[in-house]
């Protein structure tokens, strides 16, 4: 019995480790999946949905499923649209998905602008959007992410992603503008952040540490699975124990998002 328990314990090292093993997902940083923008039509007033964006999708797999601000639609003709801002995109049969943001619906008697600063920083936000509204009914109102109204149209220390402002004016028409801010390049280092957490969370036995598996201590090898190793991480599947911290999974989405750079 001594002997068959000293055998039982790297079996359970390994099958751990097969949940999180490489290989297994399609990587869609190679997919030839692409969205084009085809025609915007603006509504008619603020108070009308009969704007439109039509969207022309090639490449990946079929069938397709579209995306109005990450809400599945039949096809890529979104119609029935208020004035506003709007993020459209495609998912493909595979999972991979490609997306095109900050769409603008303009009202005859309501436009409006947007200036955007991208966010760069991992650990911390400092993205900023400024709203700038011409034609309506002034003095207008705004409300960010379902936050109180106030006249304040700047915003800043925002996440990289979707934001959703509301413009009011003394009409009370409302119109919703999904914003999306940009990820600007935050600099994290896979010589100074990455593999250490890869060393001591990952390259363990049974796992990544090119044993029985890829050595993800390499640079070459991390950066084939960058995409791979994204995902898992964020679904907290890898490592297999769960022992990385938020931080840590928020620190490998933004190398992988920086281009998986040998820096």
């Known amino acids: 019995m001594k002997n068959l328990s000293v055998l039982i314990v790297p079996f359970i090292l390994l099958v751990s480790c097969v949940s999180h093993d490489l290989n297994k997902t399609v990587d869609c940083s190679l997919s030839d999946l692409s ?91 400092n993205g900023s959007i400024v709203i700038e509204v011409s034609d309506g009914n002034p003095p207008y109102n705004y409300s960010i992410d379902g936050g109180g109204f106030s006249e304040t149209n700047s915003f800043s220390g925002l996440s990289n992603g979707d934001h959703v402002i509301i413009v009011r004016d003394n009409q009370e028409c409302t119109i919703a503008l999904n914003v999306t801010v940009p990820r600007g390049s935050t600099g994290v280092s896979w010589t100074s952040d990455i593999k250490p957490i890869i060393e001591k969370s990952c390259a363990i036995s049974g796992c990544h540490n090119g044993i029985t598996r890829t050595d993800l201590r390499i640079y070459s090898n991390a950066k084939k699975h960058a995409a791979e190793i994204k995902s898992l991480t964020r679904n907290r599947d890898m490592p297999f124990d769960g022992s990385i911290s938020q931080s840590q999974i928020d620190l490998i989405s933004c190398w992988v998002d920086d281009g998986a750079l040998d820096n």
């Open 35 to 125: 969205i084009e923008l085809n025609s915007v039509t603006m509504a008619t007033s603020c108070s009308t949905t009969d704007g439109s964006i039509y969207i022309e999708v090639s490449g990946g797999k079929q069938p397709y499923a579209y995306l109005l601000n990450n809400e599945v639609q039949s096809s890529g003709a979104f119609t029935n649209l208020h004035a506003g801002i709007y993020s459209v995109g495609v998912r493909d049969a595979n999972g991979c998905d490609t997306v095109l943001t900050n769409i603008t619906v303009m009202a005859k008697d309501f436009s409006f602008t947007t200036q955007l600063a991208a966010d760069d920083q991992c650990l911390s936000d």
